[in-house]
């Protein structure tokens, strides 16, 4: 079975901090990972994903397989960067992800 | 492509009342899902299509869902009788399955049962 856990329920950092979303996943083989993000009254929109290695909006993702964790992180967060975070698997040939229950972030001024 | 489409954006209805939520996936893509978001569960899986046969309901919390896909391009979820409970924004999403495993969400529907 396929699970993803964001142990952290909120966040709350100040503008110009770093900081680092978490993410643990539980899979047997090998998983494609995902960081999804949710701006205030706005759809669900792909963030990143691990197999492209890139940096989107200054947010990178590292897959570390011998921890089980893609932890979201970011130098320098932004006012802007507040919305909900959610962390997804997906295994094999499952179409079915998984998602984490969500990192609500708020980054004050 | 106008993306994921989804009617209606808010609906208020009384408990006991049917609710019908609807949902346009992105053209070509053969894979859908409904989502329930609460601040309590976060993003819960309801039930997942492809091409057009409902594949995991697993999802569905009760028979009060219900879920169809009658073709490629149109999928509902409707819940009878509704309950304060209920209250949630429904997600529904698409994907091009097999090699892509991004989801496409559309903007949700916002439901409130009194």
């Known amino acids: 079975a396929q699970r993803v856990t964001q142990p952290e329920k909120l966040l709350s950092v100040f503008k110009g901090a770093p900081v680092e979303l978490k993410c643990n996943y539980s899979y047997s083989g090998s998983p494609e990972l995902f960081w999804y993000v949710q701006y205030s009254r706005q759809r669900l929109q792909l963030l990143l994903r691990?197999?492209s290695r890139e940096s989107i909006k200054g947010f990178t993702a590292d897959l570390n397989k011998g921890e089980t964790s893609f932890h979201l992180k970011k130098p320098f967060a932004q006012e802007e960067d507040s919305a909900m975070y959610y962390c997804?698997?997906?295994?094999?040939?499952?179409?079915?992800?998984?998602f984490g229950r969500g990192t609500s972030l708020i980054v004050h001024p | 492509d106008a993306g994921v489409i989804q009617s209606p954006r808010h609906e208020v209805t009384e408990m006991g009342q049917e609710v019908t939520l609807r949902c346009k996936p992105i053209s070509g893509h053969n894979s859908l899902f409904w989502y329930r978001q609460t601040m309590m569960r976060g993003l819960e899986l309801l039930i997942y299509?492809?091409?057009?046969?409902?594949?995991?309901d697993s999802g569905m919390p009760e028979d009060r869902f219900s879920a169809k896909m009658p073709n490629a391009s149109f999928s509902t979820l409707k819940i009878q009788p509704s309950e304060p409970r209920d209250s949630a924004v429904y997600f529904c999403a698409s994907s091009l399955g097999s090699l892509v495993h991004e989801q496409f969400f559309g903007p949700g529907t916002r439901l409130t049962v009194l």
């Open positions: 997804a698997l997906s295994g094999g040939g499952s179409y079915i992800p998984t």
């Open positions: 691990h197999i």
């Open positions: 299509f492809n091409n057009n046969v409902p594949i995991d």
